[in-house]
């Protein structure tokens, strides 16, 4: 497949708005949950799975209706927690397999775009002389698309245990709250627009006529 050389007169090229990375975003979203949907059908169905989401659920009711504190709460879902995402392990899996498929294997080979890129005329570049790399790719996608949490995630539930689960997920969720803040912000008011996955995989997203 032929792959442009990135050169200085294309890093140069003016950022593309905020809305066009965040649309293109909003349909690889959609495009990756259509194929867990699908994947979700011929995946082994957990009965326990159920049971423990409508316990969960019903501690949430309790904590919005008053009738139980938040230490009450957090008693009662944290064993919860665990259960439903070690319950779930395979979809976890499988949806961090897919993600790596179309953000970084597919992306890489498609020129820097996925689908939504391509729909809103955006991709990413290496911002070194020198054609896009599988490995600037994965850096890129692994923060972008919070791929790097999803492994980590897998990897609590199945070696950190039921005891610890609870505050190592809840650990891992709001470093992945703020990695996301801080490369919206950075992607936002930074004159090149680099987020923060494009700042460590030295990569940017522009504007293709």
């Known amino acids: 497949m032929k792959k442009e050389k990135i050169i ?42 159920e049971k423990y989401m409508d316990e969960y659920k019903t501690a949430q009711a309790e904590l ?27 979809v976890t899996l499988s949806q961090t397999v897919v993600f790596i498929l179309y953000f970084i294997v597919f992306q890489y080979y498609n020129n820097g775009q996925t689908f939504g890129k391509k ?21 890129h996608a692994i923060i972008a698309n919070s791929v790097i949490i999803k492994i980590l995630l897998i990897a609590a539930v199945l070696f950190v245990g039921r005891e610890y689960y609870y505050y ?23 004159k090149d ?5 494009d700042v460590l995989a030295n990569t940017k997203v522009i504007s293709i006529k």
């Open 8 to 49: 200085d007169a294309i890093i140069d090229e003016e950022k593309p708005f905020f809305f066009p990375r965040l649309i293109a975003y909003a349909i690889d979203f959609l495009i990756v949950s259509m194929i867990m949907i699908c994947i979700a059908f011929v995946l082994p169905a957990n009965d326990n799975y």
């Open 168 to 190: 190592s997920s809840l650990g891992l969720q709001l470093l992945n709250y703020f990695v996301i803040i801080v490369a919206l912000i950075m992607i936002i008011f930074r």
């Open 193 to 197: 627009g680099k987020g923060l996955h």
């Open 64 to 90: 919005i209706d008053g009738k139980i504190t938040n230490k009450q709460y957090i008693s009662k879902t944290k064993d919860l927690v665990y259960d439903i995402d070690y319950s779930s392990t395979l």
């Open 119 to 139: 729909l809103m005329k955006i991709k990413v570049v290496s911002t070194k002389e020198k054609e896009l790399s599988l490995d600037q790719m994965a850096i």
